[in-house]
């Protein structure tokens, strides 16, 4: 009995991509893959994504639901690392002038964004897919009229606008690991260490007065009134928060990767991360800290694994449609469980 | 007035917006024309697929891309087996309505489930479906699925091509009967054929179905208890516009002429939304005159944006993206006019029936 | 015809091990007119739902006893059944499509259609409705009614009453309708209105229609029915024909008890008449069910006031107004100083606590331990319970939290494993104690308590009375007590205030005669 229940909880689609995780690192030495390596990458992608992933959790606490709007985050940081290499500071510095832009225009159109969102309680998710979608798009007209004049972000030859890739390479490229001396280590100690400060943030901040507040409004709203909150306000603090760290993330992310993508690469950054929070046994209004970790975990490594194991079956990369499958497989089985209205 | 005219707020905007913008273009009256015609009988079927969902209170569905895919698995075997021309289109319909039917079905179920997030459900069940459609398609035909025409397929010997040449069936609905009036070319015949879906739609909500899907979308809970089949109406629904979805997919290609197998259908879901919401429709309430002028309006934004943006702002790419974040702020704009709208509407009705109490009360004691 | 249409024989009813009717006798002749009345908890809408076959009796064990239509016995296991042997049922809310016509409305899920062969391939579906038939079955439905309404226009537009009035002839345009409930009508209507209802409800009568009219009007009841049948406590206790009694009589049955067992309360509290805690000038409540109506009270300082009322009268709507749950408007002044509505931190802040009647639903987060539950309002007011890092976060103290509650785990003999406990895990009588928990460490100046023994067993209603009791005389808060049990208010209260209409009826000392509260209740005390 006690195990049918477990099953429930943690539902079928869960326990089916756990096993198929673990199936495929079994199966990786009858392949011929090099496990470490595999396992390695997984980790790598996890210190790129965690913190993104993470950013989710302010809005599902306060009951702003999914943030289908995430680019607008994602495009805050990617102005605040446009604005950092524009600055041309280098290193830990300009690591740290992205942050810090990133999280200033995180702010600003998160508090946009929340306001919108306020307007439209009960159809939040929809709505926040197409602010979402507009602003990658209005963002675009920006990276081509903005004023920006670095030799390393425009185009050559004298053309108008960003490139569409800009490489960090020389600026803060891998910049946790090199500022911790490691770079000879592949395991991303740096991000991790990072996701941590912010996950610890994130769980202190859910301990304060405020933080309290928000989850009030998430769990019952009808008490949060009750005990005085103000509703509206809570849920524009957590489109800020969730902003904020999208921003963050983003930075984070790219600072791993060795590159900016600008222009239409944001536009569909919010499912991969959505479906991750989702497989990690996070719903539409509760979600902690572990979700992040095992969801994040679970879904890059099925994205690293999938090609490698996949074509070493059936000689073909059947990786991109297997994501699709899965990722919105999962955010389909969190929409239509009952009782998470 | 006052009302109609906040009830109609977008499509004045977008219109007032094109006038502005058009004459600076650069672009000829004629040919501008042309091209309206073209994609008004291109596109208005799709559109029009949308509406029945809406009646029946569940919102923008955006599982019209499962009808397109399964219009397009139609021509995939059309054109592998070598069927041209009238018959072709003919007998894709026919073949796309099981697909169609099934999908739809699998659709409204998932969508039952769901209440009260139709919307954001159906979006990602078409992105899902997208991925199964990719398994059948990419990887499933010419290999499991027998495929004749070797010619259709990858140099690697199973999955369908990134681009199908429709040529066999290309313009069969169009060239039909053919109209040219002041140089403009018109498909008379695509044209009755979604004049034949107009009238369907009208003859549809005054039937006993029709009915009962106009209940069913104001109040489920009073719907149910008069003793309407609640879950099957809305799953009829669902089908009804899947089937019609992909009839309208077959429109479209038959028209373009080539089929991106796995593209084509990826923004119909968005543009026809957006194009019926550009045209005054909402989330809860569309008409066939929304659809048609959403139509004209939106591909009016397609046509003049990247000669405008190029003649003002020196870039037809800065138009293009002008473009796009117009059609997703619409969506967007529109979405939250409406939660808006229902939120002040019911404070109204609150506040009315307060007073009318208050009201009645006042007339006994003066009696 | 002297035929019985319905008959009921020895039915009962429990919920789990909570009796809620017993032994009911009774029985409706074609074209009679039946008024069931009784108190809030007495039973009524539960025999309703069993005649009207409503699942969830089917859900809960079913019923005892036996149903005869007809002399058929007839045991209805959803509404439909019921509808097809006759009886229809006109509920509180409103059950209309709010953008159809009157006519759409009425022949709903009915519609005559044309006919057409395409029905043999798709069904019934496909048939076009024959708009001019829908239409005439309508208005001979209103026609019947007695009354003059456009069939034509659409719900949204219409006046309340002729809602209400649509929602009748939809059943009785039921060819099969012999028996009609119908559950408090004239609570929307102005007198006008339910006189015409009355009318309406005779001219069915005299067509052979036979009606339950449920109604606390005990003016109405006596104009319009020819039986009156008085539940309480789950028994009938009287079934008497109209002409033979009056409006006091049925007031005595609906509220007297056998016993008179009360303890008599001995004010040895000094409370001074002048010193006036909070006062309500024109108050309005826009609380669905629950409306209070340009309503006047003074509250004096130190004393335990009770709220009666039957349901929808308002009662409840006063706290929740004040409290700025729902919509208000008018006058509210506390120690003198006037309190913004609709802001529910500013009576907060100034002093005022509420215990709501929605015990799972406002006053508690279920999933949240018992500890959270009872500091959360005190750390978002008041600021309590947190430790500072730094002088900028302002985090919550577990140990204080935990200390405050275990405090109170013992004062109020909360029965859990330990504070951390998940609160929707603990009886219903222990979430109460949690929710008063929550309201003492506010420590509030006034209180309002909502029904604060519903759903809990004998033991802890007791329990939970005298921890309000003692609280008011410990700590001279002042506490507002709604509740449906009128002995309850009469145990602790000093006063009662009667709400019927939205408005307070009458200010009674608790020591009043339970009957004199009563008749207030009912509206026949005082200047009627």
């Given at each position: 009995m006690?195990?049918?229940a477990?099953?429930?909880?943690?539902?079928?689609?869960?326990?089916?991509?756990?096993?198929?995780?673990?199936?495929?690192?079994?199966?990786?030495?009858?392949?011929?893959?090099?496990?470490?390596?595999?396992?390695?990458?997984?980790?790598?992608?996890f210190?790129m994504?965690?913190?993104?992933?993470?950013?989710?959790?302010?809005?599902?606490?306060?009951?702003?639901?999914?943030?289908?709007?995430?680019?607008?985050?994602?495009?805050?940081?990617?102005?605040g690392?446009?604005?950092?290499?524009?600055?041309?500071?280098?290193?830990?510095?300009?690591?740290?002038?992205?942050?810090?832009?990133?999280?200033?225009?995180g702010?600003?159109?998160?508090?946009?964004?929340?306001?919108i969102?306020?307007?439209?309680?009960?159809?939040?998710?929809?709505?926040?897919?197409?602010?979402?979608?507009?602003s990658?798009?209005?963002?675009?007209?920006?990276?081509?009229?903005?004023?920006?004049?670095?030799?390393?972000?425009?185009?050559?030859?004298?053309?108008?606008?960003?490139?569409?890739t800009?490489?960090?390479?020389?600026?803060?490229?891998?910049?946790?690991?090199?500022?911790?001396?490691?770079?000879?280590?592949?395991?991303?100690?740096?991000?991790?260490?990072?996701?941590?400060?912010?996950?610890?943030?994130?769980?202190?901040?859910?301990?304060?007065?405020?933080?309290?507040?928000?989850?009030?409004v998430?769990?019952?709203?009808?008490?949060?009134?009750?005990?005085?909150?103000?509703?509206?306000?809570?849920?524009?603090?957590?489109?800020?928060?969730?902003?904020?760290?999208?921003?963050?993330?983003?930075?984070?992310?790219?600072?791993?990767?060795?590159?900016?993508?600008?222009?239409?690469?944001?536009?569909?950054?919010?499912?991969?991360?959505?479906?991750?929070?989702?497989?990690?046994?996070?719903?539409?209004?509760?979600?902690?800290?572990?979700?992040?970790?095992?969801?994040?975990?679970?879904?890059?490594?099925?994205?690293?694994?999938?090609?490698?194991v996949?074509?070493?079956?059936?000689?073909?990369?059947?990786?991109?449609?297997?994501?699709?499958?899965?990722?919105?497989?999962?955010?389909?089985?969190?929409?239509?469980?009952?009782?998470?209205? | 007035m006052?009302?109609?005219?906040?009830?109609?707020?977008?499509?004045?905007?977008?219109?007032?917006?094109?006038?502005?913008?058009?004459?600076?273009?650069?672009?000829?009256?004629?040919?501008?024309?042309?091209?309206?015609?073209?994609?008004?009988?291109?596109?208005?079927?799709?559109?029009l697929?949308?509406?029945?969902?809406?009646?029946?209170?569940?919102?923008?569905?955006?599982?019209?891309?499962?009808?397109?895919?399964?219009?397009?698995?139609?021509?995939?075997?059309?054109?592998?087996?070598?069927?041209?021309?009238?018959?072709?289109?003919?007998?894709?319909?026919?073949?796309?309505?099981?697909?169609s039917?099934?999908?739809?079905?699998?659709?409204?179920?998932?969508?039952?489930?769901?209440?009260?997030r139709?919307m954001?459900?159906s979006?990602?069940?078409?992105?899902?479906?997208?991925?199964?459609?990719?398994?059948?398609?990419?990887?499933?035909?010419?290999?499991?699925?027998?495929?004749?025409?070797?010619?259709?397929?990858?140099?690697?010997?199973?999955?369908?091509?990134?681009?199908?040449?429709?040529?066999?069936?290309?313009?069969?609905?169009?060239?039909?009967?053919?109209?040219k009036?002041?140089n403009?070319?018109?498909?008379?015949?695509?044209?009755?054929?979604?004049?034949?879906?107009?009238?369907?739609?009208i003859?549809?909500?005054?039937?006993?179905?029709?009915?009962?899907?106009?209940a069913?979308?104001?109040?489920?809970?009073?719907?149910?208890?008069?003793?309407?089949?609640?879950?099957?109406?809305?799953?009829?629904?669902?089908?009804?516009?899947?089937?019609?979805?992909?009839?309208?997919?077959?429109?479209y290609?038959?028209?373009?002429?080539?089929?991106?197998?796995?593209?084509?259908?990826?923004?119909?879901?968005?543009?026809?939304?957006?194009?019926?919401?550009?045209?005054?429709?909402s989330?809860?309430?569309?008409?066939?005159?929304?659809?048609?002028?959403?139509?004209?309006?939106?591909?009016?934004?397609?046509?003049?944006?990247?000669?405008?943006?190029?003649?003002?702002?020196?870039?037809?790419?800065?138009?293009?993206?002008?473009?796009?974040?117009?059609?997703?702020?619409?969506?967007?704009?529109?979405?939250?006019?409406?939660?808006w709208?229902?939120?002040?509407?019911?404070?109204?009705?609150?506040?009315?029936?307060?007073e009318?109490?208050?009201?009645?009360?006042?007339?006994?004691?003066?009696? | 015809?002297e035929?019985?249409?319905?008959?009921?024989?020895?039915?009962?009813?429990?919920?789990?091990?909570?009796?809620?009717?017993?032994?009911?006798?009774?029985?409706?002749?074609?074209?009679?007119?039946?008024?069931?009345?009784?108190?809030?908890?007495?039973?009524?809408?539960?025999?309703m739902?069993?005649?009207?076959?409503?699942?969830v009796?089917?859900?809960t064990?079913?019923?005892?006893?036996?149903?005869?239509?007809?002399?058929?016995?007839?045991?209805?296991?959803?509404?439909?059944?019921?509808?097809?042997?006759?009886?229809?049922?006109?509920?509180?809310?409103?059950?209309?499509?709010?953008?159809?016509?009157?006519?759409?409305?009425?022949v709903?899920?009915?519609?005559?259609?044309?006919?057409?062969?395409?029905?043999?391939?798709?069904?019934?579906?496909?048939?076009?409705?024959?708009?001019?038939?829908?239409?005439?079955?309508?208005?001979?439905?209103?026609?019947?009614?007695g009354?003059?309404?456009?069939?034509?226009?659409?719900?949204?537009?219409?006046?309340?009453?002729?809602?209400?009035f649509?929602?009748?002839?939809?059943?009785?345009?039921?060819?099969?309708?012999?028996?009609?409930?119908?559950?408090?009508?004239?609570?929307?209507?102005?007198?006008?209105?339910?006189?015409?209802?009355?009318?309406?409800?005779?001219?069915?009568?005299?067509?052979?229609?036979?009606?339950?009219?449920?109604?606390?009007?005990?003016?109405?009841?006596?104009?319009?029915?020819?039986?009156?049948?008085v539940?309480?406590?789950?028994?009938?206790?009287?079934?008497?024909?109209?002409?033979?009694?009056?409006?006091?009589?049925?007031?005595?049955?609906?509220?007297?008890?056998k016993?008179?067992?009360?303890?008599?309360?001995?004010?040895?509290?000094?409370?001074?008449?002048?010193?006036?805690?909070?006062?309500?000038?024109?108050?309005?409540?826009?609380?669905?069910?629950?409306?209070?109506?340009?309503?006047?009270?003074?509250?004096?300082?130190?004393?335990?006031?009770?709220?009666?009322?039957m349901?929808?009268?308002g009662?409840?709507?006063?706290?929740?107004?004040?409290?700025?749950?729902?919509?208000?408007?008018?006058?509210?002044?506390?120690?003198?100083?006037?309190?913004?509505?609709?802001?529910?931190?500013e009576?907060?802040?100034?002093?005022?606590?509420?215990?709501?009647?929605?015990?799972?639903?406002?006053?508690?987060?279920?999933?949240?331990?018992?500890?959270?539950?009872?500091?959360?309002?005190?750390?978002?007011?008041?600021?309590?319970f947190?430790?500072?890092?730094?002088?900028?976060?302002?985090?919550?103290d577990?140990?204080?939290i935990t200390n405050?509650?275990?405090?109170?785990?013992?004062?109020?003999?909360?029965?859990?494993?330990?504070?951390?406990?998940?609160?929707?895990e603990?009886?219903?009588?222990?979430?109460?104690?949690?929710?008063?928990a929550?309201a003492?460490?506010?420590?509030?100046?006034?209180?309002?308590?909502?029904?604060?023994?519903?759903?809990?067993?004998?033991?802890?209603?007791?329990?939970?009375?005298?921890?309000?009791?003692?609280?008011?005389?410990?700590?001279?808060?002042?506490?507002?007590?709604?509740?449906?049990?009128v002995?309850?208010?009469?145990?602790?209260?000093?006063?009662?205030?009667?709400?019927?209409?939205g408005?307070v009826?009458?200010?009674?000392?608790?020591?009043?005669?339970?009957?004199?509260i009563?008749?207030?209740?009912?509206?026949?005390?005082?200047?009627?």
């Open positions: 006690n195990v049918k477990h099953i429930n909880k943690l539902g079928w689609p869960r326990i089916i991509i756990g096993l198929f995780l673990a199936s495929m690192y079994i199966s990786c030495p009858f392949l011929g893959l090099d496990l470490k390596a595999a396992l390695n990458d997984t980790f790598i992608r210190g994504n965690a913190v993104l992933v993470l950013s989710l959790v302010p809005m599902i606490q306060a009951g702003t639901g999914l943030n289908f709007g995430m680019p607008l985050g994602v495009e805050a940081g990617l102005l690392a446009t604005i950092s290499i524009e600055l041309g500071a280098k290193g830990f510095n300009g690591f740290l002038v992205a942050i810090l832009f990133a999280i200033i225009f702010i600003i159109f998160g508090w946009i964004y929340g306001l969102l306020n307007k439209a309680k009960g159809g939040e998710m929809m709505i926040a897919t197409y602010v979402g979608f507009s990658v798009a209005l963002m675009c007209i920006m990276w081509l009229i903005l004023p920006f004049k670095s030799q390393d972000m425009i185009w050559a030859y004298g053309g108008s606008g960003l490139r569409t800009i490489s960090v390479e020389n600026y803060w490229y891998r910049i946790l690991e090199k500022v911790l001396n490691l770079k000879n280590i592949n395991f991303p100690i740096g991000e991790v260490i990072i996701f941590i400060i912010f996950a610890f943030i994130i769980s202190m901040f859910f301990k304060t007065k405020s933080g309290l507040a928000m989850k009030a998430g769990t019952n709203e009808k008490f949060a009134k009750a005990t005085g909150i103000n509703i509206e306000k809570e849920r524009i603090k957590s489109v800020v928060l969730s902003s904020m760290l999208a921003a963050i993330g983003i930075v984070i992310y790219q600072q791993s990767f060795g590159f900016v993508q600008l222009y239409l690469a944001p536009f569909y950054m919010a499912f991969p991360a959505i479906a991750a929070i989702l497989i990690g046994g996070a719903s539409v209004k509760k979600a902690t800290i572990l979700n992040v970790v095992i969801g994040t975990f679970l879904f890059q490594g099925i994205l690293t694994m999938t090609p490698s996949v074509n070493g079956i059936i000689k073909t990369d059947m990786s991109e449609t297997i994501r699709i499958i899965v990722s919105n497989g999962m955010i389909l089985y969190a929409l239509t469980r009952k009782g998470e209205l | 006052k009302k109609n005219l906040i009830n109609n707020i977008v499509p004045i905007l977008i219109l007032t917006l094109i006038a502005l913008v058009f004459p600076l273009s650069g672009l000829r009256v004629i040919p501008t024309i042309q091209e309206i015609v073209l994609r008004l009988s291109r596109n208005l079927f799709l559109v697929s949308l509406l029945i969902p809406i009646v029946a209170g569940m919102g923008l569905n955006f599982g019209i891309v499962l009808g397109a895919m399964a219009g397009q698995i139609a021509l995939i075997f059309i054109t592998d087996w070598h069927i041209i021309g009238i018959q072709g289109i003919f007998l894709a319909t026919i073949i796309s309505i099981p697909f039917v099934l999908l739809g079905i699998l659709a409204g179920k998932i969508l039952n489930k769901a209440k009260g139709e954001i459900t979006m990602i069940l078409g992105f899902f479906i997208n991925g199964v459609y990719q398994l059948v398609v990419l990887y499933g035909m010419g290999n499991i699925i027998h495929i004749t025409d070797k010619k259709l397929l990858l140099s690697r010997g199973y999955g369908v091509r990134n681009a199908v040449d429709l040529i066999n069936v290309r313009r069969g609905l169009d060239s039909l009967i053919n109209l009036i002041y403009v070319e018109i498909p008379i015949f695509t044209l009755l054929i979604i004049a034949g879906l107009g009238f369907f739609t003859w549809f909500r005054k039937t006993k179905l029709g009915q009962d899907m106009r069913v979308g104001q109040d489920m809970e009073v719907a149910r208890s008069s003793g309407i089949n609640v879950p099957k109406t809305r799953v009829l629904a669902i089908v009804i516009s899947t089937v019609l979805a992909g009839f309208g997919q077959i429109i290609l038959q028209n373009i002429g080539t089929m991106n197998t796995y593209n084509s259908h990826e923004q119909i879901g968005m543009f026809s939304i957006a194009a019926l919401l550009v045209g005054g429709a989330s809860s309430k569309a008409t066939i005159f929304n659809a048609i002028s959403g139509v004209i309006l939106f591909h009016m934004l397609f046509i003049v944006s990247p000669n405008a943006g190029k003649n003002i702002m020196g870039s037809a790419e800065i138009g293009e993206y002008f473009r796009v974040f117009i059609s997703y702020g619409i969506v967007a704009l529109t979405l939250v006019l409406h939660q709208r229902r939120k002040k509407e019911k404070e109204y009705k609150r506040k009315k029936e307060m009318a109490i208050m009201k009645g009360e006042l007339n006994e004691k003066s009696i | 015809m035929e019985k249409l319905l008959e009921i024989k020895n039915l009962s009813k429990s919920f789990g091990e909570n009796t809620v009717l017993k032994d009911i006798n009774f029985h409706i002749k074609e074209g009679e007119i039946i008024g069931l009345v009784g108190e809030n908890g007495a039973g009524k809408s539960t025999l739902k069993i005649i009207f076959g409503m699942s009796i089917k859900d064990g079913g019923y005892k006893g036996e149903i005869k239509v007809n002399g058929k016995v007839v045991n209805f296991s959803n509404p439909f059944e019921a509808l097809e042997e006759g009886i229809g049922m006109v509920h509180q809310e409103f059950s209309l499509i709010p953008g159809f016509k009157a006519s759409e409305n009425i709903l899920n009915r519609e005559s259609t044309k006919k057409s062969f395409l029905e043999n391939f798709f069904g019934e579906g496909v048939t076009r409705l024959d708009v001019d038939a829908n239409t005439n079955r309508s208005e001979k439905a209103i026609d019947k009614l009354l003059k309404i456009n069939s034509e226009e659409v719900i949204t537009n219409m006046p309340v009453a002729h809602m209400q649509i929602e009748i002839a939809r059943e009785i345009e039921r060819e099969k309708t012999k028996l009609l409930i119908l559950d408090e009508p004239t609570a929307v209507l102005t007198e006008k209105e339910s006189e015409i209802l009355i009318e309406t409800i005779k001219k069915l009568s005299k067509k052979g229609i036979s009606i339950i009219f449920i109604t606390h009007r005990l003016d109405e009841i006596i104009e319009a029915c020819d039986k009156v049948v539940l309480r406590d789950g028994l009938m206790i009287k079934s008497i024909p109209t002409s033979e009694t009056n409006v006091e009589e049925i007031t005595q049955w609906m509220i007297g008890r016993v008179e067992s009360n303890k008599e309360k001995t004010s040895d509290k000094e409370i001074d008449e002048e010193n006036i805690i909070l006062e309500l000038k024109n108050f309005n409540v826009d609380m669905p069910g629950e409306r209070v109506k340009n309503l006047n009270l003074k509250v004096r300082k130190g004393e335990i006031l009770g709220l009666a009322g349901a929808g009268q009662k409840i709507g006063i706290a929740n107004g004040v409290m700025g749950l729902y919509l208000s408007s008018g006058e509210v002044k506390f120690k003198g100083e006037d309190i913004k509505t609709n802001l529910p931190a009576p907060l802040k100034k002093g005022m606590f509420f215990v709501s009647e929605d015990r799972k639903g406002v006053g508690l987060i279920l999933d949240e331990s018992i500890a959270m539950n009872i500091a959360y309002p005190s750390i978002q007011i008041k600021k309590q947190l430790k500072s890092f730094g002088k900028v976060f302002n985090y919550r577990i140990k204080e405050n509650a275990n405090d109170y785990l013992k004062k109020l003999k909360i029965k859990c494993m330990s504070s951390e406990q998940r609160v929707a603990l009886s219903g009588g222990n979430q109460q104690k949690v929710c008063l929550k003492f460490t506010m420590d509030p100046e006034l209180m309002f308590v909502s029904e604060p023994t519903r759903g809990i067993d004998v033991g802890a209603k007791k329990l939970v009375l005298d921890i309000l009791e003692k609280y008011n005389k410990e700590n001279k808060t002042t506490i507002i007590i709604t509740s449906s049990e002995e309850e208010l009469r145990m602790i209260c000093d006063r009662i205030a009667v709400v019927n209409e408005k009826a009458a200010i009674l000392p608790a020591t009043a005669d339970i009957i004199e009563g008749k207030h209740m009912v509206g026949v005390g005082g200047d009627k």
